[in-house]
């Protein structure tokens, strides 16, 4: 689950994980994950009001039919005046005129008010998302974060627009058809009242089972999901290793799980309610006959004795669907606990409250200071082991080493997208730490190895992080990129719509956007991680001669298996577990005879 990538990884990060489960596991107040979304509910206080007013008066409406049917009853027939009939049933009209305007504006103003509280409640958590630090990210499931963005939302949405409204509205009318109820005959009264708590505590006792449940249904409903994400998003790799049986078995096996969870759920729900809707009419029936014999002896005319039973009707009525609308509730609970999680968890990498300005102009310089770190899941293996880094202004060094030897992770923590369990990252010679984040990162232009091309159009893809820039310097930077050519060949050029993560595109092509990305940004310090690693060797050479002109004056690290694209750069370090172990130009490196050179050897068989 979303919040187990949390714990162990810092105090926010437990503490939301461990919101959810206290909603639904402890003495916390049942539905106290609601209260999340009141905050949304009380910015459009004044729709609130309105629903609330239009409830009521709908309310009343229908607790004043019982009184006008009586009149109907007892005085409409009596032949005292036969105007009497056509008065009361125009009376009968405008109640029910009252109640159905009432009701309109009720469903208008509570479904707008529940579109409006999702759309916020979406976008605030998407916005979170946006913030949270890589470690959350590295256990996190994307399918399960967007399911809780859309099938938990659409469920709060559902509470909103309804059920909430629903439960409000018939808590009114079973308050106000009891009060009545006392009012036509106490002692009838007393027999319907005394049976109450058979029919409250089986909602009391069983609501706890029924938040259990629709929380697993939706938990299992999210990982469903999750991995539809996964496989869709790597369908051709699906269909190349012929694993599309495999993949639909899968899915269906946890589709399975989410149906079995929804309903043990709704089976729940649905004996709650079986209980509910017993208990209530038998009651009303056996008050319904032991008012006939009080009518039949003289003690209570019929109208009022109607007017009684339709007052206990809407009184059980109205508890028979609040056993309904609990379930509904206590599952929008369970959706409302979720995102709460999501919404509690803290980033462990901020901003810091009084950040240092870094120097402007910038001084364009890196430095690792006896830094040590591991990944979060990786808690007991050291990535990098007391690490010395110094980067001069202007100055190309090059990372090369073996899989795993810590060079990707330093570009990491350049970015701080980590913070180092010991010592210090200085980016112009501030801790990265002090640093405002937004500033710190606009330091940094990177092209990484595996480039991220959004379902956008090529422009829009080449100004990601930059959308002020005009179409010239697009252009311009995806010539410099190497891109231009085959972007004017596309169907509609710069503006053609490119599939999601780039599918239509060709390896190649996609690194070339994302140099593109990199140069338009601008930045004093860039990144290369594998920039040219999926070009061939005339678009490397092309790529390559862009780079070396924009790295000009610019300091650059890159990071690169194939050694024949670093033998220009100033500094060669070699990495190994972690710390740098030789460091200098190819020609002193090979002949030093160490790990570089046994690198060399293997790739140029000299």
């Given at each position: 689950m979303?919040?187990?990538?949390?714990?162990?990884?810092?105090a926010?990060?437990?503490?939301?994980?461990d919101?959810?489960?206290?909603d639904?596991?402890?003495g916390?107040?049942?539905?106290?994950?609601?209260?999340?979304l009141?905050?949304?509910?009380?910015r459009?206080?004044?729709h609130?009001?309105?629903?609330?007013?239009?409830?009521?008066v709908?309310a009343?409406?229908?607790?004043a039919?019982?009184?006008?049917?009586?009149?109907?009853i007892?005085?409409?027939?009596?032949?005292?005046?036969s105007?009497?009939?056509?008065?009361?049933?125009l009376?009968?009209?405008?109640?029910?005129l009252?109640l159905a305007?009432?009701s309109?504006?009720?469903?208008?103003?509570v479904t707008?008010?529940?579109?409006r509280?999702?759309a916020?409640?979406?976008?605030?958590?998407f916005r979170?998302?946006?913030?949270?630090?890589?470690s959350?990210y590295?256990t996190?499931r994307t399918g399960?974060l967007?399911?809780?963005l859309?099938?938990?939302t659409?469920?709060?949405?559902?509470?909103?627009?309804s059920?909430i409204?629903?439960?409000?509205?018939?808590f009114?009318?079973f308050?106000?058809a009891?009060?009545?109820?006392?009012y036509s005959?106490?002692r009838?009264?007393g027999?319907?009242?005394?049976a109450?708590?058979?029919i409250?505590l089986p909602?009391?006792?069983?609501?706890r089972?029924?938040r259990?449940r629709s929380?697993?249904a939706q938990?299992r409903?999210?990982?469903?999901?999750?991995y539809?994400?996964e496989a869709i998003g790597?369908?051709?790799?699906?269909?190349s290793?012929?694993?599309?049986?495999h993949?639909?078995?899968?899915?269906?096996?946890a589709?399975?799980?989410?149906?079995?969870?929804a309903r043990?759920?709704?089976r729940?729900?649905?004996f709650?309610t079986a209980?509910a809707?017993?208990?209530v009419?038998a009651?009303?029936v056996?008050?319904?006959?032991?008012g006939a014999?009080?009518?039949?002896?003289g003690r209570m005319?019929?109208?009022r004795?109607?007017?009684?039973v339709?007052y206990?009707v809407f009184?059980a009525?109205?508890l028979?669907?609040l056993s309904q609308v609990?379930?509904?509730v206590s599952?929008?609970a369970?959706?409302?606990?979720?995102?709460s999680?999501i919404?509690?968890?803290?980033?462990?990498?901020v901003?810091?409250?009084?950040?240092?300005?870094?120097?402007?102009?910038?001084l364009?310089t890196?430095?690792?200071?006896?830094?040590?770190?591991?990944?979060p899941?990786r808690a007991?293996t050291?990535?990098l082991?007391g690490?010395?880094?110094h980067?001069?202004?202007?100055e190309?060094?090059?990372?090369?080493?073996p899989s795993?030897?810590?060079?990707?992770?330093?570009l990491?923590?350049?970015?701080?997208?980590?913070?180092p369990a010991?010592g210090r990252?200085l980016?112009?010679g501030v801790?990265?730490r002090?640093?405002?984040l937004?500033?710190?990162?606009q330091r940094?232009?990177?092209?990484p190895?595996?480039?991220?091309?959004f379902?956008a159009?090529v422009?829009?893809?080449?100004?990601?992080?930059?959308?002020?820039a005009d179409?010239?310097?697009?252009?311009?930077?995806?010539r410099?990129a190497?891109a231009?050519?085959?972007v004017?060949?596309?169907p509609?050029?710069?503006d053609?719509?490119?599939?999601?993560?780039?599918v239509?595109l060709s390896?190649g092509?996609?690194?070339?956007?994302?140099?593109?990305?990199a140069?338009?940004?601008?930045?004093?310090?860039?990144l290369?991680d594998?920039?040219?690693s999926a070009?061939d060797?005339?678009?490397e050479r092309?790529?390559?001669?862009?780079?070396?002109r924009?790295?000009l004056g610019?300091?650059t690290?890159?990071?690169?298996h194939?050694?024949?694209t670093?033998?220009?750069a100033d500094?060669?370090?070699v990495?190994d577990?972690?710390r740098?172990?030789?460091?200098g130009?190819?020609?002193?490196?090979?002949?030093?005879?160490g790990l570089y050179a046994r690198?060399?050897?293997?790739?140029?068989?000299?």
């Amino acid at each position: 689950m979303l919040t187990r990538a949390q714990k162990g990884d810092n105090a926010a990060g437990e503490s939301a994980g461990d919101g959810g489960s206290r909603d639904a596991d402890s003495g916390r107040p049942p539905l106290g994950a609601l209260a999340t979304l009141m905050p949304y509910a009380w910015r459009y206080r004044g729709h609130v009001l309105v629903a609330l007013v239009a409830l009521i008066v709908a309310a009343g409406a229908t607790l004043a039919l019982p009184l006008a049917v009586r009149r109907v009853i007892d005085y409409g027939f009596s032949g005292v005046d036969s105007r009497l009939i056509n008065a009361y049933f125009l009376m009968l009209t405008i109640v029910v005129l009252v109640l159905a305007l009432a009701s309109a504006t009720r469903y208008y103003f509570v479904t707008t008010l529940g579109e409006r509280v999702v759309a916020d409640l979406r976008a605030d958590t998407f916005r979170h998302l946006t913030t949270l630090d890589q470690s959350f990210y590295d256990t996190a499931r994307t399918g399960e974060l967007t399911s809780r963005l859309a099938a938990d939302t659409t469920q709060i949405k559902s509470a909103f627009g309804s059920s909430i409204s629903q439960a409000l509205r018939n808590f009114v009318i079973f308050v106000g058809a009891s009060a009545m109820m006392v009012y036509s005959s106490p002692r009838l009264s007393g027999l319907v009242l005394a049976a109450i708590p058979l029919i409250v505590l089986p909602l009391v006792f069983s609501g706890r089972g029924v938040r259990k449940r629709s929380r697993a249904a939706q938990d299992r409903l999210a990982m469903a999901n999750a991995y539809a994400t996964e496989a869709i998003g790597a369908v051709r790799t699906m269909q190349s290793f012929n694993a599309e049986a495999h993949a639909a078995e899968h899915f269906r096996a946890a589709a399975e799980e989410a149906y079995t969870a929804a309903r043990l759920s709704a089976r729940a729900r649905a004996f709650l309610t079986a209980i509910a809707l017993f208990l209530v009419s038998a009651s009303v029936v056996a008050v319904l006959w032991y008012g006939a014999q009080d009518v039949l002896a003289g003690r209570m005319t019929g109208g009022r004795l109607s007017q009684f039973v339709l007052y206990a009707v809407f009184a059980a009525s109205s508890l028979g669907e609040l056993s309904q609308v609990w379930g509904e509730v206590s599952q929008t609970a369970g959706a409302a606990g979720r995102l709460s999680e999501i919404l509690s968890t803290r980033p462990g990498i901020v901003s810091p409250p009084a950040p240092v300005p870094l120097p402007e102009p910038p001084l364009a310089t890196v430095a690792f200071e006896n830094v040590s770190f591991s990944y979060p899941t990786r808690a007991g293996t050291r990535t990098l082991d007391g690490l010395d880094l110094h980067v001069a202004r202007g100055e190309r060094v090059a990372l090369v080493g073996p899989s795993g030897a810590g060079k990707s992770t330093v570009l990491q923590l350049l970015q701080r997208f980590y913070d180092p369990a010991q010592g210090r990252v200085l980016i112009d010679g501030v801790d990265a730490r002090e640093v405002d984040l937004a500033r710190l990162r606009q330091r940094f232009a990177i092209v990484p190895q595996d480039p991220v091309i959004f379902g956008a159009t090529v422009t829009e893809n080449i100004r990601y992080g930059t959308p002020d820039a005009d179409f010239v310097k697009v252009e311009e930077a995806a010539r410099l990129a190497a891109a231009h050519d085959f972007v004017a060949g596309l169907p509609q050029g710069y503006d053609t719509l490119i599939g999601e993560r780039g599918v239509t595109l060709s390896g190649g092509q996609r690194q070339r956007l994302a140099i593109a990305r990199a140069i338009l940004r601008d930045a004093p310090i860039l990144l290369l991680d594998e920039a040219t690693s999926a070009l061939d060797a005339e678009n490397e050479r092309l790529v390559q001669e862009a780079l070396d002109r924009l790295m000009l004056g610019r300091t650059t690290l890159v990071i690169a298996h194939r050694l024949a694209t670093v033998l220009s750069a100033d500094r060669i370090l070699v990495m190994d577990q972690g710390r740098i172990v030789e460091e200098g130009t190819h020609e002193g490196l090979v002949a030093r005879g160490g790990l570089y050179a046994r690198l060399a050897q293997l790739q140029f068989g000299t």
